[in-house]
């Protein structure tokens, strides 16, 4: 084929696009900002690695089974290097609540539902050595992008290439192809507003702020034993996350909503940040000096969005040979763990399309279009759980806030029937899980009728014949936990109320 192909940026993004298309007989070029990674260890790419182009990198991070299943069955000498760096895969019935492991049977799919985790660094410094092995793809390092090259078509631009700049100066690179995978800074989009091109934006706020600490496991000391408690969980006023790593690391993710100030400001202390730890009993014991010790301090990541760019305008596309994909064109909440599938995804979408057709326009139309059917679903399911759960924070702050009828019915269909369901019947929590990891469509296991009549089955039952179904106490209550910490339990609903 013999197309020049240029990424913008390194990040997971990049290196998605690079392994989609360096098999194809292009020549990829990969622009980073950064320096290269470090030649030796996992442990000194953590440490060490300058990643000013992905502010996130030292957050929480696991790929979801979507993203598994794009590397086990098309890169597995990637998956062998993985794994061999100390990347783990945990598997479905590993993650199930622990009383129900025993009667676990395994089903045909069951391997489709399988995480790879570790630390970003690690996941990142692995997939960038693989794709610079191959023979046809280029890194250009410690280079920023100052401008795009484009011409006039129509109502609409060909993007030529860009205007990149290093320590000897400017210069010029161009390209058949430009993909831009700069991530939420990308400013490759602002510039082709700035020149006229009328590109449209839905977006809505997550609502939360993160914060993450990673820790590692004293020598000869195996990972806690799981409980009932689970290691994710959601007090409202807080939610929690255990993320194990590669080489004996793990993360902890505390997810807290913007409009709790008192948490927010005073998590990001490494004290404050280790006590809200030891009072949640899904992750205490990790969190124990018996057990662990810090090995960073509390990384915070605030300013989430929810937000799709339409590069498309009436059935005709904005930019021909430009390709946005990643956080560049859809962004989403974090917390739900799928903006690396998300790329993954857009990535081997884009060299399906690249490999059917040469011609610009109809790439365009139908890069965007594939795009849309493949993730608007979860797209705008994760925007419904957002807004439900930005409402249900602004409600805990009253304390004189009396749910009304309806608010009471959805909430014990969903905590009463729904997830007391998945969590007794096995073929449900398989079913739910797929949606989850991108394996089926979202909500598709509640179009079963037989699924339904299993939610409604025990939603019927009531609290007291689904007793061994729920979850122990995850944690304190908002008031307990403000309390134990020395902070003000009533200061944010004035705040609130003043602001309203």
Known sequence: MGERVLVLGAGIAGLSTALALGGSGREVTILDRDPPPPETSADEAFESWERKGVGHVRHSHAFLARLHMIIRDNYPELMQDLLAAGCREIRFHE??????????????GDDDMTILTSRRTTLELVMRRYVARQKNVTFVTSTLVRSLITEKFGDAVIVRGVVAEDANGSREIRADIVVDAGGKNSQAIEWLREGGLPIDEESAPAGIV???????????KDEPARSKVPGAGDLGYIKYGLFPADNRCFSITLAVPEIEMEIRRAVVRPEIFDAI??????IADWTSPEYSEPKSKVFGMGELWQRWRHMVKDGKPLALNFFPLGDTVIRTNPL?????????VQAHVLRDVLDKTSDPQARAVEFHATVESELRPYYNDMGKQDAMAIRRSANALDPDYTPDFKARLGKSFLEDGMMVAVRADLPLLRAFMRGFHMVDRPGKWLKN?????????YWGRGKKRNAEYYPPKLGPGRSAMLKKLGLSATADFERFKAAA
């Open 95 to 108: 993650n199930m609540p622990a009383d129900r492991q025993a009667e676990y049977v395994p089903a045909p």
């Open 210 to 220: 993160y914060f993450t600490r990673h820790y590692r496991l004293h020598d000869g």
């Open 277 to 282: 730890c030891a009072e949640l009993p899904g």
């Open 336 to 344: 739900y763990g799928r903006g690396c599938s998300f790329a993954a």
């Open 449 to 457: 009728p037989a699924n339904i009549a299993k939610v409604l089955y």
